[in-house]
Nanobody
Framework: QVHLVESGGGSVQAGGSLNLSCVVS????????MAWFRQAPGKEREGVAA???????GFADSVKGRFFIAEVNTENTLHLQMNSLKPEDTATYYC???????????????????????WGRGTQVTVSV
């Protein structure tokens, strides 16, 4: 069973930056599509950024140009660099994974559309005015 452990959350003022990390307990992340989701109180969980096994990336419109996703395969770690943070970015951020079903498996055109079924426990991000 693969485990995901997030870190890097915290409290920042609007305009600030945070870098979230997700350590994946697997021999390699190359067989997984990875993503960051977030959920604010009273709101549904939403996909923020994703990267698939071919390196294609997808972002929610609300974070394009501000958030960046990167995978460090040698460290089995997924990062989410968040810049120009806004109060509406306040949420619990979750790391998610989807295991590739064979070498010929072709996923959806938008990596955020994978059926992510492995989840971390989340890390809180709070952005103040």
């Amino acid at each position: 069973q693969v485990h995901l452990v997030e870190s890097g959350g915290g409290s920042v003022q609007a305009g600030g930056s945070l870098n979230l990390s997700c350590v994946v307990s697997a021999p390699t992340t190359k067989n997984y599509a990875m993503a960051w989701f977030r959920q604010a109180p009273g709101k549904e969980r939403e996909g923020v950024a994703a990267i698939d096994f071919d390196g294609r990336k997808g972002f929610a419109d609300s974070v394009k140009g501000r958030f960046f996703i990167a995978e460090v395969n040698t460290e089995n770690t997924l990062h989410l660099q968040m810049n120009s943070l806004k109060p509406e970015d306040t949420a619990t951020y979750y790391c998610a994974a989807y295991e590739r079903r064979g070498p010929r498996f072709i996923g959806p055109p938008n990596p955020l559309q994978f059926g992510f079924n492995i989840w971390g426990r989340g890390t809180q991000v709070t952005v103040s005015v």
